[in-house]
């Protein structure tokens, strides 16, 4: 009778850590139950003799001694051939299995042969918890554990269902596969180095039944002399092998979660680039340069990496600006080519800049005095004239009109959108430059790059974007998936300079004073950007649905989701074509995606029996949108928070809650605070929309807790607190605390 699991362990040169290995691997079970295939891969200590003298004890084990060095890759492969388990675990022999972990492993296994007899598909793969272990005793939980642990992983669900575990360790060891799933895939280990991941991944993908089991059953050494990990090595290189290997077999399938796939791979490549130490010097240009030919073969057609700071890095290795990019990883500043502003500079200047001299620029012209009629205004990391800061310069020109703004954009393209009669500067040129060198004011959204200095006497006033459901900021250190790298000293540094912190609600100053800790001052005003919908008439509704091309008569629903770390860019949980269709001919359905996403539903055909729908993901003033639209579907995006300031239908689309908490974070349960009804499928969305107006009471609710301050004076109230203005008599100044 075959075992119901195989433990292949290759061994070399790890003398020291093998007895402990070889005694974690005990279990109560049943005889028969467990075998362990030991593949001593021409081991130059002891390991041979401990091998044998183990197996000897151990009726469980045999001894494989390979004649030549094979690498783990090698020795993996050479112990599945011999493996008859109907599950495989690769264990690695400088690591160890907690106590009772292998009975765990086994009695899941058992209950997935108990579906298998009962006509079930078993799980192909079973991911285990697993903890790391360091040189000086201390341990480390699985950074990863929020990802898996989820409610569909637990039951059984494939990674298109659950594609937040491609962001996890790719490590093979945390994975116990079907033997026979495997064998079939025709899929084999690498040589080399990142040898397991050429296997992992076609596993993952292609399981029809993932589970994770809740349970530390591995624990993962960390550090030692001669992991990969820590060892410089032009094998580092062997990696790039292994993508292709990915990929071919992505090749001969259609597989909806291969542009994650392909952005994991770039990370990877990036992250071994950028660690200290791993990447011999003299071989760094021709590492970076396969990381641009690895993107330039394998990117999936029409793939944008992020917009904004988070995908110049991309950018830059799609474009083979190696330079550039350890410029950016150096200062992380934003390096690029600057370009000439609207504002005359000398030549002398200008080459300066363009020759790589932009700080050297930048710190001459901190020696101009200070301008004090000068304001630089930014949104949405320069990407147009947007949100509070709009909302701010355009009251500020009203109230403080001896103020001069200025908008910083990244291209001319932005430039030529802006309201007529803007000023505005391109990022990094020398106008910029000069610009930020000067100015007393400066207003944004999001902070301003790092390498831009507080002068004093300088003020800056940060609004940011949103009221906050997730977790930010400091907050985001228990949420390390989510946090995806954040420096949060380079945050706390950035809030530092902050001056002002604008608040839109009291739910957002007691959570925001927290996860940004500083000496600025709170403005308690409400959001700027919300004044014109405070303000809405229905003339101003109907012009921009006009704008918009929306039929007189249409009812129309703004469709809104949010961004989702574990999920990568717009993977729609909602079934578009079958909303269209069940909401009917009477409706248009405006679909905007997060502006993290490139992506978006593109032209989706409907028919003459179904809601228009248009995508509307690149339209730059989303308070368009808000003011078009009778009704509002979204998850958990902070548009919520905004569009109950109209008063109108929000419905809650809420499908993975459980797992968007776990894995983001959340100041309150918005399931039992909802501002309308809540929906977990397609259809009973559909429902709740075509229903009209169907839970008033809780959006009242909702909109004492959110909207309190939302009366239309709140830019009115954030200048005059601000900018030097006279304030009329009897005029009652904004709420300020000191956070």
């Given at each position: 009778?075959?075992?119901?699991?195989?433990?292949?362990?290759?061994?070399?040169?790890?003398?020291?850590?093998?007895?402990a290995c070889l005694d974690s691997l005990r279990a109560e079970a049943a005889p028969g139950t467990v075998e362990i295939i030991a593949v001593d891969d021409l081991s130059p200590d002891g390991c041979p003799a401990l091998l044998d003298a183990h197996a000897a004890r151990d009726g469980r084990m045999r001894v494989l001694h390979l004649t030549e060095n094979q690498g783990l890759g090698g020795a993996r492969a050479a112990g599945l051939a011999e493996a008859a388990g109907t599950y495989v675990w690769f264990v690695d022999s400088d690591d160890w299995l907690p106590d009772g972990a292998l009975d765990a492993v086994l009695a899941e296994l058992a209950r997935e042969e108990e579906r298998a007899r009962a006509g079930e598909h078993p799980a192909d793969v079973l991911l285990t918890d697993f903890s790391h272990a360091y040189a000086d005793g201390g341990t480390e939980p699985n950074p990863w554990h929020r990802v898996l642990a989820t409610p569909a992983l637990a039951a059984g669900c494939t990674a298109a269902d659950q594609p937040g575990l491609l962001r996890a360790v790719m490590a093979v060891w945390n994975k116990i596969v079907r033997r026979t799933f495997l064998l079939d895939l025709g899929v084999s280990f690498g040589r080399g180095y990142y040898e397991d991941i050429s296997v992992t991944?076609?596993?993952?993908?292609?399981?029809?039944?993932l589970r994770f089991l809740d349970r530390s059953c591995y624990t993962y050494r960390r550090g030692r002399p001669g992991a990969i990990t820590s060892t410089a090595s032009a094998r580092h290189a062997d990696a790039f092998a292994q993508y292709d290997a990915i990929f071919a077999f992505l090749d001969r399938r259609d597989d909806p979660l291969r542009p994650l796939v392909f952005e994991r791979t770039v990370r990877q490549a990036l992250t071994v680039y950028d660690t200290p130490g791993l990447v011999p010097a003299d071989l760094r240009a021709d590492f970076f340069r396969r990381i641009t030919d690895h993107i330039a073969r394998h990117r999936p057609d029409g793939h944008h990496f992020p917009r904004g700071p988070r995908g110049v890095p991309y950018r830059l290795a799609a474009r083979g600006a190696r330079r550039p990019y350890d410029e950016l990883r150096r200062t992380r500043?934003?390096?690029?080519?600057?370009?000439?502003?609207?504002?005359?500079?000398?030549?002398?200047?200008?080459?300066?800049?363009?020759?790589?001299?932009?700080?050297?620029?930048?710190?001459?012209?901190?020696?101009l005095p200070l301008d004090e009629h000068l304001a630089v205004y930014a949104a949405y990391w320069h990407r147009g004239y947007a949100c509070n800061p709009a909302a701010i310069y355009e009251k500020a020109r009203e109230l403080a009109p001896q103020i001069r703004g200025v908008w910083v954009v990244?291209?001319?393209?932005?430039?030529?959108?802006?309201?007529?009669g803007v000023p505005y500067v391109l990022l990094n040129s020398p106008a910029y430059l000069r610009a930020t060198a000067t100015a007393k004011y400066f207003v944004n959204n999001v902070n301003f790059p790092h390498t831009m200095v507080k002068r004093p006497g300088s003020v800056h006033v940060q609004t940011q974007h949103g009221t906050p459901l997730k977790s930010m900021g400091m907050d985001l250190r228990a949420h390390p998936v989510a946090a995806d790298g954040m420096d949060f000293d380079r945050l706390r540094e950035a809030v530092a300079r902050w001056d002002y912190l604008v608040s839109p609600n009291p739910h957002t100053s007691e959570h925001f004073s927290r996860a940004f800790p500083g000496r600025y001052e709170l403005l308690e005003t409400g959001y700027?950007?919300?004044?014109?919908?405070?303000?809405?008439?229905?003339?101003?509704?109907?012009?921009?649905?006009?704008?918009?091309?929306?039929?007189e008569g249409q009812r129309t629903v703004l469709y809104a989701p949010t961004h989702r770390e574990a999920r990568g860019g717009y993977l729609p949980l909602l079934d578009l074509p079958a909303l269209a269709r069940l909401l009917g001919p009477g409706h248009t359905l405006l679909v905007r995606t997060h502006y993290f996403h490139s992506g978006g539903p593109g032209a989706l055909a409907t028919g003459p029996d179904a809601a228009r729908i248009v995508d509307v993901s690149a339209h730059p003033v989303v308070e368009d949108l808000y003011l078009a639209a009778d009704a509002l579907l979204t998850d958990?995006?902070?548009?919520?928070?905004?569009?109950?300031?109209?008063?109108?239908?929000?419905?809650?689309?809420?499908?993975?809650?459980?797992?968007?908490?776990?894995?983001?974070?959340?100041?309150?349960?918005?399931l039992a605070e909802a501002p309308g009804p809540v929906a977990t499928t397609t259809p009973a969305a559909a429902e709740a929309l075509l229903s009209g107006d169907p839970r008033p009471d809780l959006r009242a609710v909702f909109r004492a807790r959110f909207c309190p301050w939302d009366d239309g004076r709140a830019a009115e109230r954030v200048v005059r607190a601000v900018f030097p203005t006279g304030s009329p008599a009897g005029e009652q100044s904004p709420r300020v605390l000191t956070a």
């Open positions: 009778m075959s075992p119901l699991l195989s433990i292949v362990l290759p061994v070399h040169g790890v003398e020291r850590f093998l007895p991944y076609p596993a993952l993908l292609a399981a029809r039944r500043g934003l390096p690029r080519a600057a370009r000439e502003g609207t504002l005359a500079l000398a030549p002398t200047v200008r080459r300066a800049v363009r020759g790589g001299a932009r700080f050297t620029a930048y710190n001459a012209f901190r020696r990244e291209t001319r393209a932005q430039a030529a959108v802006l309201p007529a700027p950007r919300n004044d014109r919908l405070a303000l809405a008439t229905p003339a101003a509704c109907a012009a921009v649905r006009e704008a918009l091309g929306i039929a958990y995006s902070s548009v919520m928070f905004d569009y109950a300031v109209l008063d109108r239908p929000i419905t809650v689309f809420a499908p993975d809650w459980e797992e968007y908490r776990a894995v983001r974070g959340a100041y309150f349960d918005l």
